[in-house]
C-alpha cells in the first residue's frame, strides 16, 4: 500500500486525525487524560512508542533466582499474584507489605517498607505480573525480592488480553509504556496501554497512509509504515523491532534533515551576501610572514572558506579542528580578506580571557602589518571604551575582538562583513540567528574545538557547511600520557622538579569545588600554599581560579607566559584556549572527577611547542568507594567505572574524535553538549550517538528531495507533505506554492 493509492486518498478517515474515542476501550475519561499528556488523536497513540520492552534475556525462574543473587543487573521473573499482606516489623514497628508470587518452579516474596498504603491496593490475586529486581536472602536465608519494579501482564478474569506470560515462551516480546498518575488513575498503566495501543492498530489496519514515497523507501530499503507502527509496538521478533525501529528513526531524521535543507536552501535563494575579491596582499604578507608551513588540512580548509567568500551566498561555515590544531590562523587568513576588501571583521570569543588572549595573538601576527585591531570587553575603562564603540561605528577599526556582548550590546559598526565566532564547547545557536536578525549580513566562520562525529556535526549544525582540520602540525610530538595514583605522587612532585630546573612550566588543575556537596577535594587555595611552600619551595607558583577579578587573572596568565612563574596552580578556567609553548607538563588533580572533553581540552594546553610534553591524570577512586548522599551503591559502581573509562581512553588515543566519541556514549548528547539550547533536536527514537549511519542516509535522501522536487509537488511526495504540513508549519512557507 502506497499513498498514491486510489482508496487510500478517498479515505477520509486519516489516521492522525481521527479522535481518539474511535478506539474500543478508550471513552471520554481516558480521552481527556490521554489528551492532558499530550495524546490527542490515533496517530499520536500509535506514535507512543514503548520505552522498552522486558528483557527476554533476564528472564528467569524463580527456582534459579538464588544463581543471580550479587549479578550486577536486576533479573526479572514472571509470576502471578498469590498472597498479599500487611505486618508490622517487630523491629522498626514500621507497616511491611508482603506479595507473594508464584511461577510453574516456586514462590516468591516480594516486600515493599516505604509506600505500603499504595501497594496494599495495588495488586489482585491471579494477576499477572513481570517482577524486576536484585535477589537477595532475607534474615532467614529464603530468596526475596525488596522493592522490585513490575509490570502488569494479565488481570485475572481478562480474556481478551493474550496471555503474555505464555507467550513469553513461545518469543513474544513485551512492550513496556511510560504512564503517569492521573493516566494510571483512568487504568492505563503500562498494560493499559498495550490494550488500547492493541485495539488502536486494529481499527487501523490497512488505513495507515504510507508518508515516503517508494523510491526513498526502496533506496534505503525500508519497510512500510504500517509495518513499523505494529511492529514497534507488537514485536514478533527482534528482527521485526529492529527493522520497525530503523524505519521509525529515519523518518525522524529525514523530516529533521529535509527541514534543515529548506532553511539552508533560504539563506541561498533569498539573502545576498557579499562577493569577496580573494587576491589579498594583506593575507599574502601574513602567510609569507609564517615561521611555519600550513598544514594540507589547513590549505584544504582555506580554499573552502575562500570559495566561500568569493561567492554571492553569505557564508555558513563551521571550522571543526581539535584544540592546537591550527584553526586561528586559518580564521586570521580570511579575516584579512575581509579587510582588504574594506569591511570590518567581529571576532567572538566566549570568555573574557580568551577574547583577550585571541586579541594578543592577532595583534602580534599583525605587528608589522597596518590592520587596526581593537578589544572590546567588560571592565575597561569609560573613555577608552567610548574611543573604541566610536572607531568601531566609524569602521577605523578593522577587526574587533570581544565576547559575544560584541553582537548583543548595542556596538554599531559602519561596515561588518565578517563574523569569526570561537565557541570553543559552546553551542550558539541561538547568538548566530541574533547576528542575521540585526539586520547584519556578514559571512559567518564558526570555530569549534569539540571535535564532533561528523554526521553529528551535520545534524547540529546541519544548515552550516562543515570544514574540518584533522591534521596537527606536524613538528608537534605526541603527548605522553600517564595515570598516576595518590601513593605515587612524590615521584610525580620529583618528575615535576627535574623538568622545572630544564627550563620548562607546568600547570596543575583542581577541580572546581562545589561547597553544597562536602566532597573531599582539596581546595585549590590551600593546596597552592602547601605546593609552594612544602613541595616546591625553590620555585616561584602562581594562582589563578575563577573568583579572581580579571586583571588579577590577566596578571597570573601573563606572569606564567613571562616565566616569572614556573608552576601555575589553577581550576578549570584555563581550560579555555590559553596558548603557552613553554609549558611541557599539565598535571590533573582529582582527574576521576573530570569529563571526558574537559580532559581532553586540559591535555591541548600542553604539547604547543616542540618539546616533549606530558600529561599526568592523578586518580583517586577512593572518592567512589565512600557512601555519598543521594547515590546508591550500583551508581557509584557504575560512576566509578564510567571515571576508569575516562582515564583509560585518554592514557590510550589523543584522537579528538575518538575521545568525543566515548564521552557522548558515555554522558548522553544532552549531557554532552550543555544545557539543552533551543535548536537542539529531540528525539523519540532516532539516536545522535548510535545513528551515524541512518543520518547520512536521511541527510542524502532529504537534501536530494529539495533539489528534485523543492515544491513537493509530485504525488509520490504527498506523503511528505502532508507530514510536513503537519509538523513542521513554520517552515512551509518556505516551500513557495508557485
Ligand atoms: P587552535 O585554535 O586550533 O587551538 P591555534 O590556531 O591556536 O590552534 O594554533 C596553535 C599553535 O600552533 C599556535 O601557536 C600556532 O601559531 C601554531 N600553528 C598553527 N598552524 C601551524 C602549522 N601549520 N605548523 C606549526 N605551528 C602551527
Ligand atoms: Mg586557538
Redesign the pocket.
Known amino acids: 500500500m502506497n499513498a498514491q493509492s486510489p482508496r487510500k486518498s478517498s479515505n477520509k478517515q486519516r489516521c492522525y486525525d481521527s479522535p481518539l474515542q474511535y478506539i474500543k476501550g478508550i471513552g471520554p475519561k481516558r480521552a481527556a487524560a490521554l489528551e492532558q499528556a499530550g495524546i490527542q488523536s490515533i496517530q499520536d497513540l500509535l506514535y507512543y512508542f514503548p520505552f522498552d520492552y522486558l528483557d527476554r534475556s533476564r528472564i528467569v525462574t524463580i527456582r534459579d533466582l538464588p544463581k543471580y543473587v550479587n549479578g550486577d543487573k536486576p533479573v526479572t521473573i514472571i509470576g502471578e499474584v498469590f498472597r498479599q499482606e500487611m505486618r508490622r516489623s517487630r523491629r522498626s514497628n514500621r507497616l511491611v507489605f508482603f506479595l507473594t508470587v508464584k511461577d510453574q518452579t516456586g514462590s516468591l516474596p516480594c516486600v515493599w517498607f516505604e509506600g505500603v498504603q499504595w501497594y496494599k491496593d495495588a495488586f489482585e490475586k491471579g494477576e499477572m505480573l513481570a517482577l524486576s529486581a536484585y535477589p537477595d536472602f532475607d534474615k532467614l536465608g529464603r530468596i526475596q525480592f525488596a522493592h522490585p519494579e513490575f509490570d502488569r501482564l494479565k488481570g485475572a478474569e481478562e480474556e481478551d488480553e493474550p496471555d503474555w506470560g505464555k507467550l513469553f515462551n513461545t518469543g513474544a516480546i513485551i512492550p513496556k509504556y511510560r504512564s503517569t498518575s492521573d493516566l494510571s488513575r483512568v487504568g492505563l498503566d503500562s498494560r493499559g496501554f498495550r490494550r488500547v495501543i492493541r485495539n488502536a492498530l486494529k481499527s487501523r489496519v490497512g488505513h495507515i497512509d504510507e508518508l515516503l514515497p517508494d523510491e526513498i523507501r526502496s533506496r534505503v530499503k525500508l519497510g512500510s509504515i504500517e509495518a513499523a507502527l505494529e511492529h514497534i509496538h507488537f514485536p514478533s521478533s527482534y528482527e521485526n523491532l529492529n527493522s520497525a525501529c530503523r524505519r521509525l528513526k529515519f523518518d525522524e531524521l529525514f523530516f529533521l534533515q529535509l527541514m534543515l535543507a529548506y532553511r539552508k536552501r533560504r539563506v541561498g535563494e533569498e539573502v545576498k551576501g557579499i562577493t569577496y575579491t580573494i587576491e589579498s596582499t594583506l593575507a599574502r604578507a601574513l602567510a609569507e610572514s609564517l615561521p611555519?608551513?600550513?598544514?594540507k588540512a589547513?590549505r584544504r580548509v582555506i580554499n573552502e572558506v575562500a570559495a566561500d567568500m568569493r561567492s554571492a551566498k553569505p557564508m555558513n561555515r563551521l571550522l571543526q579542528?581539535?584544540?592546537?590544531?591550527?584553526?586561528?590562523?586559518v580564521a586570521l587568513l580570511a579575516m584579512l580578506v575581509a579587510v582588504d576588501n574594506g569591511y570590518q571583521v567581529a571576532f567572538m570569543a566566549p570568555t573574557e580571557i580568551l577574547a583577550e588572549q585571541h586579541y594578543r595573538?592577532l595583534t602580534s601576527h599583525l605587528q608589522s602589518l597596518p590592520v587596526n585591531v581593537r578589544l572590546l570587553i567588560g571592565g575597561q575603562k569609560r573613555r577608552l571604551r567610548g574611543e573604541i564603540l566610536e572607531d568601531t561605528r566609524s569602521g577605523r577599526a578593522q577587526i574587533v575582538v570581544g565576547t559575544h556582548a560584541l553582537i548583543e550590546e548595542n556596538v554599531e559598526f559602519a561596515r561588518l562583513g565578517f563574523v569569526v565566532i570561537d565557541e570553543q564547547h559552546r553551542f550558539g545557536v541561538l547568538q548566530r540567528a541574533t547576528i542575521r536578525e540585526k539586520g547584519y549580513n556578514p559571512d559567518v566562520l564558526v570555530?569549534t574545538?569539540t571535535p564532533i562525529p561528523r554526521t553529528l556535526a551535520l545534524t547540529l549544525y546541519g544548515d552550516l557547511d562543515v570544514s574540518v582540520?584533522d591534521e596537527m602540525?606536524?613538528?608537534r610530538r605526541p603527548i605522553k600520557t600517564a595515570i598516576r595514583m595518590e601513593h605515587q605522587k612524590e615521584k610525580v612532585y620529583q618528575f615535576v622538579r627535574d623538568e622545572v630546573a630544564r627550563g620548562r612550566q607546568v600547570y596543575v588543575v583542581f577541580p572546581l569545588i562545589e561547597e553544597s556537596e562536602k566532597i573531599d577535594l582539596k581546595a585549590a587555595t590551600a593546596e597552592f600554599e602547601r605546593l609552594q611552600g612544602d613541595v616546591f619551595p625553590d620555585f616561584k607558583l602562581g594562582l589563578l581560579h575563577g573568583r579572581m577579578k580579571s586583571e588579577e587573572k590577566e596578571k597570573a596568565m601573563l606572569s606564567f607566559k613571562a616565566r616569572e612563574i614556573q608552576i601555575l596552580v589553577a581550576t578549570t578556567v584555563i581550560e579555555v584556549?590559553i596558548?603557552i609553548?613553554n609549558a611541557t607538563i599539565m598535571i590533573v588533580e582529582n582527574a576521576e572527577r573530570f569529563g571526558l572533553s574537559q580532559l581532553h581540552q586540559l591535555r591541548?594546553r600542553v604539547g604547543?611547542g616542540a618539546d616533549q610534553s606530558y600529561c599526568i591524570l592523578m586518580a583517586d577512586y577512593g572518592w567512589f568507594d565512600s557512601p555519598r548522599r543521594g547515590r546508591d551503591a550500583g551508581e557509584l559502581k557504575r560512576e566509578k567505572r564510567d571515571a576508569q573509562t575516562r582515564l583509560e581512553t585518554m592514557g590510550s588515543t589523543s584522537d579528538g574524535f575518538r575521545i568525543a566519541e566515548v564521552d557522548l556514549k558515555l554522558r548522553g548528547p544532552g549531557e554532552f553538549f550543555g544545557i539543552r539550547q533551543s535548536g537542539f533536536p529531540e528525539f523519540k527514537i532516532a539516536s545522535l550517538v548510535e545513528d551515524g549511519e541512518l543520518i547520512a542516509l536521511a541527510r542524502n535522501e532529504a537534501f536530494a528531495l529539495v533539489d528534485r522536487d523543492p515544491q513537493l509537488r509530485s504525488p509520490s511526495n504527498a506523503g511528505i507533505r502532508r507530514h510536513f504540513e503537519l509538523h513542521y508549519k513554520d517552515v512551509l512557507p518556505l516551500i513557495r506554492v508557485g
Not at 292 to 295: H, K
Not at 321 to 329: H, R, Y
Open positions: 611555519f608551513e600550513l598544514t589547513q579542528g581539535d584544540v592546537g590544531s591550527g584553526k586561528t590562523i595573538t570555530m574545538a582540520i602540525p606536524a613538528e584556549g596558548d609553548p591541548g604547543r
